[in-house]
């Protein structure tokens, strides 16, 4: 997706091309055989959701067809995370790269030690907080969290980045995106992202799987797949979207 003379122009393909996602299945077939992919289009060609479904059909509100409302089917099933991994940016990490992601982007560190070494300030502990330990296996909407952790006009500033920098940290991530419940009991307003730490939907010991070795080892079996995978893709483009 991009800006193009103060239009927004999404990137895809016809319809009818052989090679153009139509539903939700076909997508996390495809996530799942690249492994890793971004939401939007990029500075690698090929390397998007977008660049492989038909433009029309983005916020088309039709859950058969709308890759819009794909991501909150996907983040919901648990199979492939999805959250701001991407240069701050959302996109997909498929369980069999989770442990690479988080051991790399994590500097083989959990996010209380992080902490307590002085890697991490207050207000991102402020968030962590309802996530470890006995809250492990949370789930938060985001606007509960955000007054939980103490944000707001009196509080902590900068939330949307905080999260954003603990997703790229591959310690949180967006589990699914749910309608609130009012004091009856009923559903209203529009979906909200509901947030979760990433070992809530893999467990703690797949998660840290490859903390058994050195993170440069892991971000080096990132950047050989790209290789393979996007053999036209740059050092500085890897980096920029990966690091």
Not at 159 to 165: Q, R, T
């Amino acid at each position: 997706m991009g800006n193009e003379s103060g239009e927004w122009i999404m990137h895809g393909l016809e319809w009818d091309n052989p090679a153009c996602i139509h539903t939700v299945e076909k997508a996390i077939e495809h996530i799942n055989d690249v492994g890793f992919l971004p939401l939007f289009k990029n500075e690698i060609e090929g390397f998007s959701l977008e660049e492989w479904t038909a433009p029309e059909y983005w916020w088309c509100d039709d859950e058969l067809y709308d890759p819009w409302l794909w991501r909150a089917v996907i983040a919901r099933q648990h199979d492939i995370i999805y959250g701001k991994f991407f240069g701050k940016k959302a996109g997909f990490v498929s369980r069999k790269w989770v442990p690479a992601f988080a051991n790399y982007r994590r500097d083989g560190y959990d996010f209380d030690a992080l902490y307590e070494d002085g890697k991490a300030p207050l207000k991102y502990k402020k968030i962590m907080k309802h996530f470890m330990e006995e809250n492990a296996d949370n789930e938060i909407f985001s606007n509960e969290l955000k007054k939980q952790a103490g944000y707001g006009k009196d509080g902590e500033k900068g939330f949307d980045g905080a999260v954003a920098n603990l997703m790229m940290q591959m310690y949180i991530c967006n589990c699914d995106f749910r309608k609130r419940i009012n004091k009856s009991g009923e559903e209203y307003g529009w979906d909200v992202a509901v947030y979760s730490s990433i070992e809530h939907i893999y467990g703690y010991d797949y998660v840290t799987s490859d903390y058994k070795e050195k993170p440069e080892a892991s971000w080096q079996k990132i950047v050989s797949h790209m290789n393979i995978l996007y053999p036209s893709a740059t050092e500085k483009q890897i980096k920029k979207i990966l690091k």
